[in-house]
């Protein structure tokens, strides 16, 4: 479905402000198959939806985005396009911190060589299967910080919603109590 030049992608917002520290550029990629308890975005489970993005002018849209703090990748679940994900992190600004959204824990994430080698770009990641019956902070999964440039302290109060109303759609994003 996708080319080696090309990302799945469920939907991209240039600024959020409630998807990690400060004002951020959010890509949710398209396709997972973890069934996690509660998933917050089923929307985004099936492969065959979504729309192809080319990798370098996604690149070239985050770094023309003034005024970012980083970028936020969540899903659908990131992993299942490591390469894609890779690719694209090669080609984005240096400065942006980079926080990552996965459903695998990091026992299944190290049995690929490809993985580890991406958790080395990336600046803080929250690992493991979203259950909506834990409590916030993040709902059982395990924060990774791979770098100083995010601090627990700044995920952990993190607990609010955006929405978002487009000419078709409206979204709501963010973590979020959500009614169990
Ligand atoms: S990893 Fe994310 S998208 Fe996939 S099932 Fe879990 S919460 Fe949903």
Request: some cysteine; aromatic content about 6%.
């Amino acid at each position: 479905m996708t080319t080696p030049n090309t990302i799945r992608i469920h939907h991209i917002l240039r600024h959020s402000n409630v998807n990690g520290p400060g004002d951020r550029f959010v890509v949710w990629t398209q396709g997972c198959s973890l069934r996690c308890k509660g998933c917050f975005n089923p929307n985004t489970h099936d492969i065959m939806t979504g729309y192809n993005v080319d990798i370098n002018e996604l690149a070239n849209t985050i770094n023309c985005t003034v005024d970012i703090r980083g970028i936020t990748l969540t899903g659908g679940e990131p992993l299942m396009q490591v390469d894609a994900i890779s690719k694209l992190l090669s080609l984005i600004n240096k400065n942006l911190d980079i926080l990552l959204f996965s459903g695998y824990s990091f026992d299944e994430i190290r049995k690929d060589s490809r993985n580890l080698i991406l958790l080395k770009k990336i600046d803080a990641a929250l690992l493991g299967r979203y259950n909506n019956l834990l409590s916030h902070p993040f709902y059982g999964k395990k924060l990774v910080l791979s770098s100083n440039r995010i601090k627990k302290e700044e995920l952990k109060p993190w607990l609010n919603t955006e929405i978002i109303i487009g000419d078709n759609n409206v979204q709501v994003t963010g973590l979020y109590k959500q009614a169990i």
